[in-house]
């Protein structure tokens, strides 16, 4: 098996090379290491290997591994890019340093808040449900300048949109959307590419990309 640091380096080539390509500097783009389903004898090697960005997609699972981690690491910085109960807001508010799944009116009022009694400005990615697929997670389209709205007149902090094309379609089209979306909207952040896509949603103006299988391996 090969080991973490040395997966960590090919992708970190790839991302280098896509930049490259498109004419952007790497700094513009964040890697996100996404450690969902990975226990701390996983995700160490890639903190001793230098990375410092990780996601995961569960409130209580970060709040088991993450706090222990960030005693040795605790320049690490903890993206939430799974679905977001309301409920679980303070606790999201209070463990992650940004949150890319604001998608509806009701978790516009939690996050603020939650923000509001932490003292504490979460950077948050509107996630748009960018295939309008019925079963999928996010804003639609024509919600969005209304969701917007409503998390500007809450100052909500607006990093950006996110969004998960479709599986197994071609996602540039995907990618390009939610960049055009974005622009429009005068957003600075992409969260957009996994393990599959990453390259492609770079050249298309990713900002984040949110890898998980390219780096750890299969999720069991
Ligand atoms: C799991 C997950 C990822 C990472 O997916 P890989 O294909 O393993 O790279 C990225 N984004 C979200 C929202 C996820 O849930």
Same mark, same amino acid.
């Given at each position: 098996m090969e080991s973490a640091a040395h &997966? #960590?380096?090919q992708v970190e080539s790839r991302i280098l090379h896509a930049c490259g390509i498109a004419g952007r500097p790497r700094r513009d783009v964040e890697l996100i290491a996404v450690s969902k389903t990975h226990d701390a004898p996983e995700i160490l090697p890639l903190l001793e290997a230098g990375q410092? $960005? %990780?996601?995961?997609? &569960? $409130? +209580?699972?970060a709040q088991g591994k993450w706090p222990q981690l960030r005693e040795s690491f605790p320049d690490v910085a903890l993206h939430l890019v799974g679905q977001l109960q309301s409920n679980k807001a303070e606790e999201a508010v209070a463990l992650f340093d940004a949150i890319h799944s604001l998608d509806r009116p009701s978790l516009v009022k939690a996050l603020a808040k939650a923000m509001d009694k932490a003292g504490r400005r979460v950077p948050l990615f509107v996630q748009v449900n960018i295939g309008a697929e019925e079963q999928k997670g996010g804003? !639609?389209? !024509?919600?969005? =300048?209304? @969701?917007?709205? +409503?998390a500007r007149a809450a100052d909500l902090p607006l990093a950006g949109l996110m969004c998960v094309p479709p599986l197994d379609v071609e996602p540039a =089209? %995907? %990618?390009? @959307? @939610?960049d055009k979306l974005a622009g429009d909207h005068g957003l600075a952040g992409r969260s957009m590419g996994m393990s599959g896509d990453y390259e492609t949603a770079i050249m298309l103006g990713a900002t984040h990309v949110r890898v998980g299988t !390219? #780096?750890?391996?299969? &999720?069991?």
């Open positions: &997966r #960590l380096a410092r $960005v %990780f996601g995961e997609n &569960r $409130v +209580q699972e804003c !639609a389209i !024509a919600e969005l =300048p209304a @969701l917007l709205d +409503q =089209p %995907f %990618f390009a @959307l @939610l !390219a #780096l750890f391996g299969d &999720r069991g």
